[in-house]
C-alpha cells in the first residue's frame, strides 16, 4: 500500500527552485511517500507506485534526477508507459484512450519536466506501452 501525505515533500524547496513547480499542481513521490495536495487518483498512483520501486535510494535518485536529463527522461518514460497500461486494462474505448495519451504526453514533454521530449515523441512512446 502506498503511502500519502498533503504535506510538501522533503526536497521541495530544491523542486521549486529547478523545476518552477506550484504545490497542487504536482504529484511528488519520495521514498516511499507520495506527497501531493489532494486524493491521487488510481492511475496517478500506478504512476507513482514506479517512482517509489525507482528510488532504491532516494537522495541518490533526487540528486540525479535534478541534473540528468537523459535520466529523468527514462524514469517518467517508465512511469508514464505503466499508468498508460493501467489506463488500457481499465477501458477500450479507443476515443478515450487517445485523450489519455494526449494528456500524458502533454505532462511528459511539458515544463514540469524541463522540456525534456517534444510532445510528438512522448505521445509515440507512451502510446507504444504493451
Known sequence: MIKTSTEKPPNWSKLVK???VKWGDVVVTYGDTCYCEKEVPSDLIVHESVHMRQ??????????????VQFRLEQETEAYKEQFRYLKSITKDKNTLFRFNDRLARDLSSKIYGNCID???AFELIKGAK
Open 55 to 68: 528510488q532504491i535510494n532516494p537522495k541518490k535518485w533526487w540528486k540525479r534526477y535534478y541534473k540528468d
Open 119 to 121: 510532445y510528438q515523441t
Open 18 to 20: 529547478i523545476f518552477n
